[in-house]
């Protein structure tokens, strides 16, 4: 209801009632109506002043003083269901007769009697069934079944046939009525990996719908599997220049690549060519509005989850090596010192000659000049070098005009070739490499940012990221200080030179520069899609990249944005219209929104996907990894309130796993235990000498302990500090020295 309604706290009064309040007759029948449709919707309307006029003043009360209820109808029947969310669980298995799994628990509860069934005698005081049942039933039988994108037969429903095992990512979809809640069922359709954990995000998704099968009309709008790809009027053929990608091990939807060449006036061509979405996706098209309600693809650990069919992913629109590909080029001439001469956009054809990856890009930067060897090795390594060279002139004239320099706690899972399970967790190694392309993809955006908004200063997709509130810091700022650091967060420029400064003052251990990135990063605002036209111009600045605009141009396989921004490109240089649904604010207001929303549901599913292997890993079972493991961690938050269970929560960088430590065996009231809130700290001292025997203060570094404590119907990630010794719990200690002594015995044993 909307919440202007004066009424919406009105309580509802059936209709009978209030005629005999207003002192009518009640009718000895109920007048013949259309349906029960219509007899729910006259009694279900929208309160009126009248009804408002005969709401009883006084609600009679028990003896307890509780409001007196008594049985006087019940849900007779759904006409409409609001479907509209996935959920995530497993079906427990329920022993009607009270002695199989379960402990003898029952549909009703624990011990309770069995459900009534069908022709039983009703109970004493239930509410007795009415004419509107029958009608129910009959729109049940008759009326229109539910429909919803992701169930075209209905919405799912629930089979209750008791299961023996656990029923893991599953869903069921079975016609409306055709199941009875006493009897088990048939017709259901299982999707998913039955008995593997890590199945569960592939078919119940935080990202509703995405990774379905696309419809009939979608894969219509694509071209036929033997398409060629041939230079097209309009489009400029850069087949001869020297092309390549560099991405991540086995990457398939390769979205951009690079080159750069000598020019005879001694000035550099610098080239980021960028997969050409729009020639495949027509705008208004059921694969173009497809993508557009998906907005985003989504990666998780096992799998990747596309906005676009993987013909045009990982085939026609992705950049591999050695093939003919379209593509949207951005081209600068610029000077050896990185100074910007001229840029220009074209529609062209290219043909990369190498798809590297970070590593083997690496190897070429490191290579020595004149190494000889293969020609197309040198061709490369040229290329490689001088992109490296700018790139690293670009980023510093970024971070001199305030660009902030942060960091994640992201590691990648080796997983099972059979099982896909994790059977190791290893974090990223970045290389200049990668540091090359993000600053030519930047470059890129920054560029198309500034030139779609010089044609469409109102219609534009930019990208903003707002300043942080000073709240949000507060946090930081004082736990920095306990480290004799000073945060600065006026602006993005203070706040990288104070980042910068704690990480020189920190400098005994390189990961607390880290650590604190990590943090700051968390501290921000986050960065938002819009159209240009809703805000003022000193709103659109993208506060961690210290732009002035900025915009995603670079990634159109998976991401939505860069598909509208390649049309208003392509609009801006006059080689297509622009789409009629991009000259509506309205309208881009609406795709903004969902993007926004879609990329943070896709985040959201990231991080799940690796809580989810995480447990799986520490579990060691499955075919996942061995188990419980020991390792160092550092303290990032300190709950040393007086009313607070003592505890602290750590990052384990080895593994990019956040867990609070609890110090369970210590009592909160225990006078041994010393706070101390405002310098985050936890002390323990000497109960006869009075001295302090061990400490816990925020950035510090410990040894926990981390394993899975599984129950019957979920798993929890422990972690259980080791040392300090004097704060870890003695069972602990016991069990960590005796398992350090049998990993020493057997050490002994297999020495030569």
């Known amino acids: 209801r909307s919440s202007s309604n004066p009424l919406r706290h009105v309580a509802r009064v059936r209709p009978d009632v209030r005629r005999r309040r207003r002192g009518g007759s009640e009718p000895a029948k109920t007048k013949e109506r259309a349906g029960a449709g219509a007899a729910i919707a006259e009694e279900t309307a929208e309160p009126s002043v009248r009804d408002a006029e005969n709401v009883a003043e006084e609600v009679p009360l028990d003896e307890s003083g509780e409001v007196t209820r008594k049985p006087t109808g019940k849900v007779a029947g759904i006409i409409r269901r609001n479907f509209h969310r996935n959920f995530c669980g497993s079906i427990v298995t329920v022993d009607r007769d009270g002695d199989g799994e379960g402990g003898g628990r029952r549909e009703r509860g624990r011990g309770g009697p069995p459900p009534r069934r069908r022709g039983h005698e009703a109970r004493e005081g239930a ?39 656990r029923l893991v990512a599953r869903r069921l979809r079975v016609p409306p009525g055709s199941l009875r809640q006493d009897a088990g069922g048939d017709g259901h359709e299982g999707h998913g990996d039955e008995g593997s954990a890590s199945g569960v995000p592939d078919t119940v998704r935080a990202v509703p719908g995405q990774g379905e099968d696309v419809s009939g009309f979608v894969l219509a709008c694509l ?6 790809i041939e230079l097209e009027p309009g489009r400029t053929d850069l087949r001869h220049l020297p092309v390549l990608s560099i991405d991540p091990p086995g990457c398939k939807d390769i979205d951009d690549a690079l080159h750069c060449i000598e020019l005879p006036n001694g000035n550099w061509q610098v080239g980021v060519h960028i997969a050409d979405v729009t020639h495949y996706v027509e705008a208004g098209t059921a694969i173009d509005l497809e993508a557009a309600d998906r907005s985003t693809s989504t990666y998780l650990v ?32 610029v000077t050896p010192d990185a100074e910007i001469v001229g840029v220009d ?20 930067i490191d290579r020595p000049d004149g190494a000889g060897g293969d020609g197309d090795v040198e061709i490369q390594a040229g290329a490689v070098k001088r992109l490296a060279r700018l790139a690293r002139l670009f980023r510093k004239r970024r971070i001199d005009a ?26 990223y190694t970045l290389y200049e490499a990668n540091a090359l392309v993000e600053e030519f993809m930047l470059l890129a955006n920054v560029t198309v940012a500034k030139k779609i908004l010089r044609h469409y200063p109102t219609l534009s997709i930019l990208r903003r990221h707002p300043a942080p509130n000073r709240s949000m810091f507060d946090g930081l700022i004082s736990k920095a200080r306990t480290r004799g650091v000073s945060l600065c967060i006026d602006d993005s420029k203070k706040l990288a030179d104070s980042l910068d400064a704690a990480g020189r003052a920190m400098s005994d251990d390189p990961y607390l520069d880290k650590l604190l990135r990590v943090l700051s990063t968390r501290c921000m605002s986050p960065a938002q899609y819009f159209c240009s036209g ?47 649904f991009l000259s509506s604010k309205s309208h881009l207001h609406d795709l903004a929104a969902n993007m926004n929303r879609r990329h943070r549901a896709a985040q959201l599913a990231g991080r799940a996907s690796v809580q989810l292997h995480t447990l799986i890993f520490f579990a060691g079972d499955e075919g996942g990894g061995g188990g419980a493991k020991e390792e160092d961690a550092y303290v990032l938050d300190v709950d040393a ?87 870890a719990s003695p069972k602990l200690r016991e069990k960590s020295a005796a398992g350090s002594a049998k990993k020493r015995k057997k050490k002994q044993k297999t020495k030569p």
């Open 127 to 165: 509410p007795r069934r009415t004419d509107v049942d029958r009608r129910l039933r009959e729109h049940r039988r008759t009326g229109p079944a539910d429909t919803h994108p992701d169930h075209a037969a209905g919405p799912p429903r629930r089979d209750a046939t008791p299961r023996e095992h």
């Open 302 to 333: 096992n799998r990747r989850l596309d906005m676009l069919p993987s013909l045009l992913t990982t085939d026609l629109c992705s950049l591999k090596g050695n093939v003919d590909r379209f593509a949207f080029t951005v081209l600068w001439e």
């Open 223 to 228: 071209p036929p599997a033997d398409y060629k």
């Open 641 to 727: 309130d007086e009313d607070s269970e003592p505890a602290f929560t750590v990052m384990v960088p080895r593994y990019g796993i956040e867990g609070k430590v609890r110090l369970g065996h210590i009592d909160g009231k225990d006078e041994r235990l010393v706070r101390d809130p405002e310098k985050f700290k936890l002390s323990y001292k000497d109960g006869e000498t009075g001295e302090v025997v061990a400490s816990v203060k925020v950035f510090d570094k410990v040894r926990v302990r981390i394993w899975v404590r599984s129950s019957r119907d979920r798993r929890e990630l422990v972690v259980d500090l080791l040392q300090p010794e004097q704060l």
């Open 345 to 364: 956009f074209v529609k062209s054809i290219i043909h990369s000659i190498a798809a590297l990856t970070y590593q083997q890009a690496q190897s070429l």
């Open 402 to 427: 305030g660009a902030l320099t942060l960091a994640s706690p992201e590691v990648k899972f080796v997983l099972d070739s059979e099982s896909l399970n994790p059977t190791d967790v290893q974090a």
């Open 534 to 580: 809703e805000y003022s111009a000193k709103d659109w600045h993208h506060y961690g990249l210290a732009a002035p605009v900025y915009t995603h141009f670079t990634s159109p396989i998976r991401r939505y944005a860069d598909v509208c921004v390649h049309r208003l490109l392509a609009s801006a240089i006059g080689v297509q219209p622009l789409p009629v």
